[in-house]
């Protein structure tokens, strides 16, 4: 609860301070930091399906086949942690490729040049959250490895114990 309380009231406090001092951000500078939000979302978004697609071939195959079928437990687990970033930067992909057309589009509409700081003040909070899912979703990235790191230690581990159990029985017997 706690950490979930903490992470929100940063959240806040970063998009409501994202507000004042990007009043002063031109957007310029602000569709830069577009791109690069939209350049490592299509990142993550394609190493989390590869992935999805090399650890889970024949669950990708049952769930998207016409006769359906069933996928483990473990299988819809791991599939669901592999699926949080990829979900999270499709929609990060969403609003990175809408707001230039709408920065582009609002050029020429007198509101919006009127009241230009509020709306550039509005757009860096928008990249304040966009970049704090970001962060989210490049630890998230990190799961999927540790899973695997994991797993190969806890072979490696059973390997060594039965080398040293044969090789401890072979000494013993000579």
Same mark, same amino acid.
């Given at each position: 609860?706690?950490?979930?309380?903490?992470? &929100?009231?940063?959240?806040?406090?970063?998009?409501?301070?994202?507000?004042? %001092?990007?009043?002063?951000?031109?957007?310029? +500078?602000?569709?830069?930091?577009?791109?690069?939000?939209?350049?490592?979302?299509?990142?993550?978004?394609?190493?989390?399906?590869?992935?999805?697609?090399?650890?889970?071939?024949?669950?990708? #195959?049952?769930? %998207?086949?016409?006769?359906?079928?069933?996928? &483990? #437990?473990?299988?819809?687990?791991?599939?669901?942690?592999?699926?949080?970033?990829?979900?999270?930067?499709?929609?990060?992909?969403?609003?990175?490729?809408?707001?230039?057309?709408?920065?582009?589009?609002?050029?020429?509409?007198?509101?919006?040049?009127?009241?230009?700081?509020? %709306?550039?003040?509005?757009? %860096?909070?928008?990249?304040?959250?966009?970049?704090?899912?970001?962060?989210?979703?490049?630890?998230?990235?990190?799961?999927? &490895?540790?899973?695997?790191?994991?797993?190969?230690?806890? +072979?490696?581990?059973? +390997?060594?114990? #039965? #080398?040293?159990?044969?090789?401890?029985?072979?000494?013993?017997?000579?």
């Amino acid at each position: 609860m706690f950490p979930k309380l903490a992470i &929100s009231v940063v959240t806040l406090l970063a998009t409501i301070s994202g507000y004042y %001092f990007g009043q002063h951000v031109p957007m310029k +500078e602000q569709l830069a930091i577009y791109d690069g939000l939209r350049n490592t979302s299509a990142i993550i978004f394609g190493v989390m399906g590869a992935w999805l697609a090399i650890l889970h071939p024949s669950s990708l #195959k049952k769930i %998207f086949s016409k006769e359906g079928g069933s996928i &483990s #437990k473990d299988d819809k687990a791991t599939i669901n942690l592999l699926l949080s970033p990829i979900i999270i930067s499709t929609f990060i992909l969403l609003i990175v490729l809408v707001v230039p057309l709408l920065v582009a589009a609002s050029r020429n509409i007198p509101i919006f040049v009127q009241y230009l700081s509020i %709306f550039r003040g509005t757009s %860096f909070s928008v990249l304040v959250v966009l970049t704090i899912l970001q962060i989210w979703t490049l630890i998230l990235t990190l799961v999927p &490895s540790d899973t695997l790191k994991r797993i190969v230690q806890k +072979e490696e581990a059973k +390997e060594n114990l #039965k #080398k040293g159990m044969f090789y401890g029985t072979r000494k013993n017997n000579k």
